[in-house]
């Protein structure tokens, strides 16, 4: 059974920083691109960073870049979201997500039960 | 970036109702058009994939089209579960953003 479970989230003052963890299990994670994607409270869905197979690829939102860094750990099969000067904006649920590939249109196939970060003084 | 703009934002319906929404792309993304459901407190389930291939698990009342800019998801007899934030969400480029969603609420 493919499972992604996320940890990590939790309280913290503007410009601190946090870093969370996804654990995959049931599937080889080194056979698929991954993404994180946020929830801010009440709101829609928010893409906030993918990373390919390899690590070869990598991207962020605008609204993340230069401060959010996307890594994987394939041997660990663990998927990584370094988060630094954090604002308050960046208050939400976190989910990690498999990206399906190019036969499922590249589409997040399986989601975590999500991690919240909360960004407050 | 592209823009994906759904329609209606909320809808209220009845049990047994065929319910359509809309997404619109703000430029062309082929069929690279996916759609999700969202219940409370719960992580978004993917349902159709590619504009209109149904995610394994999926029941057939629930289908997809459309092309270019413009898709709909249709749910042909809704059903007491299928009361949910709906999103659509592009995959043809990045950032792949999603539409901000639309409320399925009981009427």
């Known amino acids: 059974e493919v499972q992604l479970v996320e940890s990590g989230g939790g309280l913290v003052k503007p410009g601190g920083s946090l870093r969370l963890s996804c654990a995959a299990s049931?599937?080889?994670?080194?056979?698929?691109?991954m993404k994180w994607v946020r929830q801010a409270p009440g709101k829609g869905l928010e893409w906030v960073s993918s990373?390919?197979?390899?690590?070869?690829?990598?991207y962020y939102a605008d609204s993340v870049k230069g401060r959010f860094t996307i890594s994987r750990d394939n041997a660990k099969n663990s998927l990584y979201l370094q988060m630094n000067s954090l604002r308050v904006e960046d208050t939400a649920v976190y989910y990690c997500?498999?990206?399906?590939?190019?036969?499922?249109?590249?589409?997040?196939?399986?989601w975590g039960q999500g991690t919240l970060v909360t960004v407050s003084s | 970036d592209i823009q994906m703009t759904q329609s209606p934002s909320s809808l209220s319906a009845s049990v047994g109702d065929r319910v359509t929404i809309t997404c619109r792309a703000s430029?062309?993304?082929?069929?690279?058009l996916n759609w999700y459901q969202q219940k409370p407190g719960k992580a978004p389930k993917l349902l159709i994939y590619?504009?209109?291939t149904l995610q394994s698990g999926v029941p057939p009342r629930f289908s997809g089209g459309g092309s270019g800019t413009h898709f709909t998801l249709t749910i042909s007899s809704l059903q007491p579960e299928d009361f949910a934030t709906y999103y659509c969400?592009?995959?043809?480029?990045?950032?792949?953003?999603f539409g901000q969603g639309t409320k399925v609420e009981i009427k």
């Open positions: 997500a498999r990206d399906q590939g190019a036969g499922g249109g590249y589409s997040f196939d399986y």
């Open positions: 049931g599937f080889t994670l080194s056979n698929h691109n």
């Open positions: 990373i390919s197979s390899s690590s070869s690829s990598i």
């Open positions: 430029q062309s993304i082929s069929t690279f």
């Open positions: 590619a504009t209109s």
């Open positions: 969400q592009h995959s043809h480029t990045t950032p792949q953003t």
